[in-house]
């Protein structure tokens, strides 16, 4: 039988990607010393799925590895070994190597094998070192070989508690002890305590229970061949006898597990703690599918499936059955209408109406997920920049549960890495520095999302040194982007940053400093339709504050018309509508047309003629209408000949068929099936700035 | 048309190794396009323009859902132009483009007309004449009875990029 595996790949690389991130959100959460029991439990059982995952599918080299690290976090697990932070430290890194070696396996290219194998002998450096940390027992797969001969047992005490169905599976418990018996002298207990009265007694069933005592200085992995078979089906436990004067303290049971028996180590309980097996096996694994859902999905861009919370399903189909319902009502109602129902027909068309957008919100709620998908990555980069800086930063994240649509987090992330490297690299100053300052020496990176109206912000704020003003100012300067004597706010200075090529820091590290990165930054936050603003205090650190649609596949629209055309202005970028009075108007010489609003000069866009639309309404700017918009920090006022209405309208896109029209952002479908574009607003500003298809003068943009 | 009909009976007959052409008509001659790219073929209706495209642009239909540029044939090789009648015709065509990317574009012709089925080997290359249309929006010409088809590259047309085109103000 051949089944085609590679159908599972994808899924299995996905579990796995999302398995590390357990991992490394696990290790991350760990501290040194005081694990927490249930925490190590989570990430050896993404480790064990994985090492079972990367079998099954023959990626041989990954299960090796993970082998070794589920090892060492066994020996954490089972309080054999102290979560020393070197340990820590060493399976972040090969977490790292893992998804490496992942990446490289999806891919069909081949990790380095270099880094492999150097961090294998690390992880198996860490393995061998257990003696100086720690006093308990040995590592199960070692034992044999390495351990056992400081201290040999001199025999071995079994408990053997066959479950009542044992017979019924085709084993015996006789055959068993004879085996062993076979391996030496044995002497035998039986616990006859659990038979029941003779009228309740079950032929079938296994009542009998057994202390076997093995006086031979057998191998462990001997007796453990001989349970093989029934170690599902009995509760089981071997205990070395130790020879007299041996260190009673020490003779703690020893794990159960050998090197290739994980998933029974994990099975088998304990003698104290006896859960029926089975039962703990499905609730392991039901933790871990619920851990799963919870935890972060692969950072990876494109991933093309979506993990959607089952109640979203559910109320989506719930909706769908109510929609189905409306639809029936009305249909009857059709059937034969008489005016006298008119009435009932407006109410089911309420209805429908109700359902309609309430089946549209849920859908729009699949798309979305929480932004811990894309924030889960800090805690590590912290870590891992604080420590290469020999700066002290406290990393404090709020509103993870903020929801947003899954596009925006496959874009935001790489920007996001990039202010928070910039936060830690330029904000927060080196301990020294800030104690100096009278500061606290551990900087604070906070890093928060939340829903505020339409909108999403995302914040990244820092109790750094702020932005350093005159710096950017000279360096503007040198680079001929300002010029000295311009009269410049605040705002405007710290905007420059997002100047392709800007970078003020004095060393270029290998962390920041390139000066590539803000303008892709601001580019990338652009093209999500969101914007980037700045706020910075000298000496008490600055902020970066991120807007960003809730959805990309809706937006809050007004419609304006020009001449015959229709088109949409997003809502959020319009500041206000205005009819304007001739007082307001003046022309500044080179600078086309302006208008006073509020003490601020601000250019006029003629939109017919940025849009060389030839039979519009309103000749003069007095008698149409000025919408005024703001766009990359710029305002100005778009002279259109009316406004329509406000909708809601479904973005489609117009380069999938066609390509990019410099000044729209993509069309919708109006009401009435025929098409209108929606307006960009910063591209519509540089598309009037260039002077248009047809502006009459050049229009230089105040900001 | 007894014509068509024969050629219906050479598509559904035996002769799989030629390829199926849809002709129209443009400024009185004959052009062909892959049936395998053409979509649908729609009655001409208004428009959205869009603002500083191309001429040759008519601007964009919703085509159930999806929003589909209209590109007039006529304008693209420089042909004069013809006020739409009830016979003009959009022919929605869609192929991938130099990126792979599958597009969806209307045509404007002035009419369709037949199927033709013709296998490679009839199709010859074009000559460097002094056509309507450039030559590297033809694939080949093929006689058809005494009138000669010429066949276009669909994904030539295709290529829309504002550095290909040229903005020609609308």
Same mark, same amino acid.
């Given at each position: 039988m051949s089944i085609d595996m590679a159908q599972f790949h994808q899924v299995f690389f996905e579990e796995s990607f999302e398995g590390l991130d357990v991992m490394e959100s696990g290790l991350l959460n760990m501290d040194p010393g005081t694990a927490d029991v249930e925490e190590i439990n989570a990430i050896f059982r993404a480790a064990h799925s994985i090492k079972g995952g990367s079998g099954t599918f023959g990626f041989m080299n990954v299960s090796d590895f993970t082998h070794v690290m589920e090892t060492l976090l066994d020996e954490m697990r089972d309080g054999r070994r102290q979560v020393a932070a070197d340990a820590i430290e060493v399976l972040l890194q090969s977490v790292d190597v893992l998804r490496d070696m992942l990446t490289a396996a999806r891919d069909g290219g081949s990790a380095d094998e270099a880094r492999v194998k150097a961090q294998y002998s690390e992880l198996q450096r860490v393995l061998a070192d257990k003696h100086s940390s720690d006093d308990a027992v040995a590592d199960p797969v070692k034992q044999a070989s390495a351990v056992v001969p400081e201290v040999q047992p001199v025999g071995w005490k079994i408990v053997f508690r066959p479950h009542p169905h044992l017979m019924r599976t085709g084993n015996d418990p006789l055959r068993i002890i004879r085996e062993l018996a076979t391996l030496g002298e044995t002497s035998v207990n039986c616990d006859l305590s659990e038979l029941p009265a003779f009228e309740e007694f079950e032929p079938e069933d296994s009542y009998l229970s057994w202390d076997l005592r093995l006086h031979e200085p057998v191998d462990k992995s001997q007796i453990d061949e001989i349970f093989e078979w029934v170690e599902d089906d009995c509760d089981f436990a071997v205990v070395p006898v130790m020879p007299e004067g041996y260190d009673p303290a020490a003779a703690v049971e020893p794990p159960a597990a050998s090197d290739q028996a994980e998933p029974v180590a994990?099975?088998?309980?304990?003698?104290?703690?006896?859960?029926?097996?089975?039962?703990?096996?499905?609730?392991?694994?039901?933790?871990?599918?619920?851990?799963?859902?919870?935890?972060?999905?692969?950072?990876?861009?494109?991933?093309?499936?979506?993990?959607?919370?089952?109640?979203? $399903?559910? +109320?989506?189909?719930?909706?769908?059955?109510?929609?189905?319902?409306?639809?029936?009502?009305?249909?009857?109602?059709?059937?034969?209408?008489?005016?006298?129902?008119?009435?009932?027909?407006?109410?089911?068309?309420?209805?429908?109406?109700?359902?309609?957008?309430?089946?549209?919100?849920?859908?729009?709620?699949?798309?979305?997920?929480?932004?811990?998908?894309?924030?889960?990555?800090?805690?590590?980069?912290?870590?891992?920049?604080?420590?290469?800086?020999?700066?002290? &930063?406290?990393?404090?994240?709020?509103?993870?549960?903020?929801?947003?649509?899954?596009?925006?987090?496959?874009?935001?992330?790489?920007?996001?890495?990039?202010?928070?490297?910039?936060? @830690?690299?330029?904000? &927060?100053?080196?301990?020294?520095?800030?104690?100096?300052?009278?500061?606290?020496?551990?900087?604070?990176?906070?890093?928060?999302? /939340?829903?505020?109206?339409?909108?999403?912000?995302?914040?990244?704020?820092?109790?750094?040194?702020?932005?350093?003003?005159?710096?950017?100012?000279?360096?503007?300067?040198?680079?001929?982007? #300002?010029?000295?004597?311009?009269?410049? /706010?605040?705002?405007?200075?710290?905007?420059?940053?997002?100047?392709?090529?800007?970078?003020? +820091?004095?060393?270029?590290?290998?962390?920041?400093?390139?000066?590539?990165?803000?303008?892709?930054?601001?580019?990338? &936050?652009?093209?999500?339709?969101?914007?980037?603003? $700045?706020?910075?205090?000298?000496?008490?650190?600055?902020?970066?504050?991120?807007?960003?649609?809730?959805?990309?596949?809706?937006?809050?629209?007004?419609?304006?018309? $020009?001449?015959?055309?229709?088109?949409? #202005?997003?809502?959020?970028?319009?500041?206000?509508?205005?009819? &304007?009075?001739?007082?307001?108007?003046?022309?500044?010489?080179?600078?086309?047309?302006?208008?006073?609003?509020?003490?601020?000069?601000?250019?006029?866009?003629?939109?017919?003629?940025?849009?060389?639309?030839?039979?519009?309404?309103?000749?003069?700017?007095?008698? =149409?209408?000025?919408?005024?918009?703001?766009?990359?920090?710029?305002?100005? =006022?778009?002279?259109?000949?009316?406004?329509?209405?406000?909708?809601?309208?479904?973005?489609?896109?117009?380069?999938?068929?066609?390509?990019?029209?410099?000044?729209?952002?993509? +069309?919708?479908?109006?009401?009435?099936?025929?098409?209108? @574009?929606?307006?960009d607003i910063p591209g519509l500003m540089r598309l009037a700035k260039q002077g248009g298809a047809r502006t009459r003068a050049p229009l230089a943009l105040t900001a | 048309m007894p014509e068509s009909a024969n050629n219906v009976k050479q598509i559904l007959g035996d002769d799989a190794s030629g390829t199926q052409y849809l002709t129209c008509l443009l400024a009185g001659e004959q052009y062909g396009l892959n049936i395998l790219q053409v979509q649908e073929i729609r009655g001409w209706e208004q428009v959205t323009r869009i603002?500083?495209?191309?001429?040759?642009?008519?601007?964009?239909?919703?085509?159930?859902?999806?929003?589909?540029?209209? @590109?007039?044939?006529?304008?693209?090789?420089?042909?004069?132009?013809?006020?739409?009648?009830?016979?003009?015709?959009?022919? #929605?065509?869609?192929?991938?483009?130099?990126?792979?990317?599958?597009?969806?574009?209307?045509? #404007?012709?002035?009419?369709?007309?037949d199927v033709i089925v013709a296998r490679d080997e009839q199709v010859v290359c074009t000559p460097e004449f002094g056509a309507n249309v450039p030559t590297e929006n033809i694939i080949g010409l093929v006689s058809e009875g005494d009138e000669m088809v010429m066949l276009l590259d669909i994904a030539s047309l295709l290529e829309l990029d504002a550095d290909e085109v040229g903005v020609t103000g609308g």
């Open positions: 994990q099975k088998k309980p304990h003698l104290t703690e006896v859960p029926p097996p089975e039962e703990r096996r499905v609730t392991d694994e039901r933790r871990n599918e619920a851990e799963r859902r919870k935890t972060p999905a692969a950072a990876a861009g494109g991933s093309s499936s979506i993990r959607v919370d089952i109640h979203k $399903i559910d +109320a989506l189909i719930n909706m769908v059955g109510e929609l189905v319902i409306t639809q029936s009502m009305l249909g009857m109602l059709g059937e034969d209408f008489h005016i006298s129902r008119v009435e009932r027909l407006r109410e089911g068309l309420t209805q429908l109406e109700r359902h309609t957008r309430e089946l549209q919100e849920s859908v729009m709620q699949i798309r979305m997920v929480p932004i811990s998908f894309s924030f889960s990555r800090f805690p590590r980069l912290v870590h891992d920049l604080s420590s290469k800086l020999n700066k002290k &930063i406290e990393l404090k994240m709020s509103g993870e549960n903020t929801e947003v649509d899954k596009t925006v987090i496959e874009k935001i992330g790489d920007p996001l890495v990039h202010l928070v490297r910039n936060s @830690l690299d330029h904000g &927060i100053e080196k301990p020294e520095e800030r104690l100096a300052a009278g500061k606290p020496e551990t900087g604070i990176v906070r890093l928060s999302a /939340s829903h505020r109206g339409g909108n999403i912000v995302i914040e990244i704020r820092d109790d750094g040194r702020g932005l350093p003003r005159d710096k950017i100012l000279k360096k503007a300067v040198e680079r001929g982007l #300002v010029k000295a004597d311009d009269n410049l /706010s605040d705002k405007d200075i710290y905007d420059l940053i997002f100047q392709p090529g800007f970078s003020t +820091a004095e060393q270029v590290s290998d962390v920041s400093g390139r000066g590539v990165g803000m303008d892709v930054v601001r580019r990338n &936050i652009n093209e999500l339709g969101g914007a980037i603003e $700045i706020e910075s205090t000298p000496g008490k650190g600055s902020a970066i504050i991120i807007r960003l649609p809730l959805t990309l596949a809706i937006l809050d629209g007004q419609t304006i018309r $020009i001449g015959k055309e229709t088109y949409i #202005v997003p809502l959020v970028s319009i500041v206000e509508s205005i009819q &304007i009075q001739e007082s307001m108007l003046n022309t500044v010489v080179g600078r086309g047309e302006t208008f006073t609003l509020r003490e601020e000069y601000l250019p006029v866009v003629r939109m017919h003629e940025v849009f060389g639309i030839e039979d519009h309404d309103a000749k003069r700017l007095t008698d =149409g209408i000025l919408v005024v918009v703001e766009g990359e920090g710029r305002k100005c =006022g778009l002279f259109v000949d009316d406004l329509l209405g406000q909708q809601q309208v479904v973005i489609k896109s117009l380069e999938a068929n066609y390509r990019k029209v410099e000044g729209i952002s993509g +069309a919708t479908i109006l009401g009435d099936g025929s098409v209108a @574009l929606i307006l | 603002p500083n495209s191309p001429r040759y642009i008519k601007g964009v239909i919703n085509l159930r859902g999806t929003i589909v540029p209209i @590109l007039d044939l006529r304008l693209r090789f420089d042909l004069p132009a013809e006020p739409y009648s009830k016979e003009t015709v959009v022919i #929605v065509v869609r192929a991938a483009d130099k990126k792979g990317n599958e597009r969806s574009i209307g045509l #404007v012709v002035d009419a369709v007309s």
